[in-house]
């Protein structure tokens, strides 16, 4: 299986900016599917689907609450995915979470990293 582990996260003050980053390891030309995926569960909520990258020609999808501040991209060398947030909002706080092998839509995810909390403070 694929291996995720994630960097980044921490407290930041509306409208700033913060980067996650996922790393994979292990079977990472085995993906069922040449996606990796961004969710998030803020406290109280249901974990929502963020964001997606196609692996192979980088095409894109975000969620309409993010589109515009958030942008995904990935290491030209190093098999690296970044989640870059800009102009970050306080509903923006929750738990990160990259996955890989699912669908540019957000289904069918079946490895995960452990976690990034993000917290956006006013």
């Known amino acids: 299986q694929v291996k995720l582990v994630q960097s980044g996260g921490g407290l930041v003050q509306v409208g700033g900016s913060l980067r996650l980053s996922c790393a994979a390891s292990?079977?990472?030309?085995?993906?069922?599917?040449?996606?990796m995926g961004w969710y998030r569960q803020a406290p109280g909520k249901e974990r929502e689907f963020v964001a997606a990258?196609?692996?192979?020609?980088?095409?894109?999808n975000y969620v309409d609450s993010v589109k515009g501040r958030f942008t995904l991209s990935r290491d030209n060398a190093k098999i690296l995915v970044y989640l870059q947030m800009d102009s970050l909002k306080p509903e923006d706080t929750g738990v990160y979470y990259c996955a890989a092998g699912g669908s540019l839509d957000g289904l069918g995810y079946a490895s995960w990293g452990q976690g990034a909390l993000v917290t956006v403070s006013s």
């Open positions: 292990g079977q990472t030309f085995t993906f069922s599917r040449s996606n």
């Open positions: 990258i196609n692996w192979i020609d980088r095409t894109t």
